[in-house]
């Protein structure tokens, strides 16, 4: 089956800094990658769609500037929360797909807490 | 917009009896996604339903689609308690030309011993 690591599980860190959060396809290349923020006993809301090689797509209400995602390779994208506070704490989630039409894989999820 | 709406949204019943989760969707699609969510982990893969009467089976779950009616089923067979976890439904776009994927609200499942 397809593999798609999310890394890091879990991350905790200081108002104000940046975190890196990593999307890897281990064993195909994807070619569209999905980051999904999801609160406390709530649904998963997409936040931003990528591409390999473009810009990403942002959902209406994601502030781009704040959530940045790069997406630099078939097996790689990235989401960045720069100058986190608080209330970025959430658990993010990312999905690869092969390529149109076929199903996403979900990563392990990375827990974000701002302190 | 594509809206996506699960009920009930929790759920409590005790081992050995039947269940159904059911999932509406707003808009035309074929392509209709089951997963489950245990507590802190990420989702977990159930069912890929790509066409209407599609019904699929794993264990104690079966799920089926109707596109006409813009429904979806998860039914809960002789329930255990290893079960218990919250429900995702989950539509895309592609009819509309996209990918994305629309969630549902969830539905809390709780299996009583």
């Known amino acids: 089956g397809a593999v798609v690591s999310q890394h890091p599980s879990r991350v905790i860190c200081k108002s104000g800094t940046s975190v890196k959060i990593e999307c890897r396809s281990l064993d195909f290349q994807a070619t569209t990658m999905f980051w999904y923020r999801q609160f406390p006993k709530q649904s998963l809301m997409l936040m931003a769609t990528?591409?390999?090689?473009?810009?990403?797509?942002?959902e209406q209400g994601v502030e781009k500037d704040k959530f940045l995602i790069n997406h630099a390779s078939l097996t790689l994208s990235t989401l960045t929360v720069t100058s986190a506070h608080p209330e970025d704490s959430s658990f993010y989630i990312c999905?690869?797909?092969?390529?149109?039409?076929?199903?996403?894989?979900f990563g392990q999820g990375t827990r974000l807490t701002v302190v | 917009e594509l809206k996506v709406e699960q009920n009930p949204l929790f759920l409590s019943m005790q081992e050995g009896k039947n269940y159904t989760i059911y999932c509406n969707y707003s808009t035309t699609s074929d392509r209709l996604y089951w997963y489950r969510q245990d507590p802190g982990k990420s989702l977990e893969s159930l069912f890929v339903l790509l066409s209407n009467g599609a019904v699929k089976q794993e264990g104690r779950l079966m799920a089926s689609l109707d596109t006409k009616a813009r429904l979806s089923t998860l039914h809960i067979t002789a329930a255990v308690h290893d079960l218990s976890a919250t429900y995702f439904c989950?539509?895309?776009?592609?009819?509309?030309?996209?990918?994305?994927?629309?969630f549902g609200t969830g539905t809390r499942l709780t299996i009583i011993p």
């Open positions: 989950a539509v895309d776009g592609s009819n509309f030309g996209n990918e994305k994927l629309t």
């Open positions: 999905s690869a797909m092969r390529g149109w039409n076929t199903e996403a894989f």
């Open positions: 990528s591409n390999e090689g473009s810009k990403a797509t942002y």
